[in-house]
């Protein structure tokens, strides 16, 4: 996608506004443009009216962050998937997320995302340096 929507489904959870802009940075360091829209809610009418639009990045709590996109027009991804798509995969664990909590953390070396190994509380993940893919 070349033109990516960044929807603000939250204006209630803390860091939603630090989130949005380590999404901004991020897309325009890919090479693409971005459109911040706040829809509350969103439906497959509200993101139909911005056809431009080739994805959207749905900044929502937990509970709201999945929705059923078949009958969207756009493909619409969390935080998590847009950081893994928009950095190549360059620092995906393996882990699948539905929070926004990774984009608020600072990042390491210039580019997105948290540090090496799955800093992200919880446990899990195994020994030694993490998964790491070539799309």
Request: no cysteine; hydrophobic share 45%; glycine share 18%.
């Given at each position: 996608a070349r033109v990516v929507g960044i929807v603000a489904g939250t204006l209630?959870?803390?860091?939603?506004?630090k989130a949005i802009a380590r999404?901004?940075?991020l897309i325009a360091d890919?090479?693409?443009?971005s459109y911040t829209i706040v829809a509350g809610k969103p439906n497959p009418q509200k993101l139909a009216n911005f056809p431009e639009i080739e994805a959207?990045?749905?900044v929502a709590c937990e509970q709201a962050a999945l929705i059923d996109g078949r009958d969207y027009m756009q493909p619409v991804i969390t935080p998590w998937e847009a950081e893994v798509a928009f950095t190549h995969g360059a620092h995906w664990d393996g882990e699948v997320r539905l929070d926004f909590e990774h984009l608020l953390k600072p990042s390491k070396g210039g580019k997105g995302g948290e540090g090496e190994g799955g800093e992200e509380g919880g446990g899990g993940g195994g020994g030694g340096g993490g998964l790491r893919f070539d799309f």
């Open positions: 209630g959870v803390a860091g939603y506004l999404l901004r940075k890919s090479g693409r443009k959207f990045v749905l």
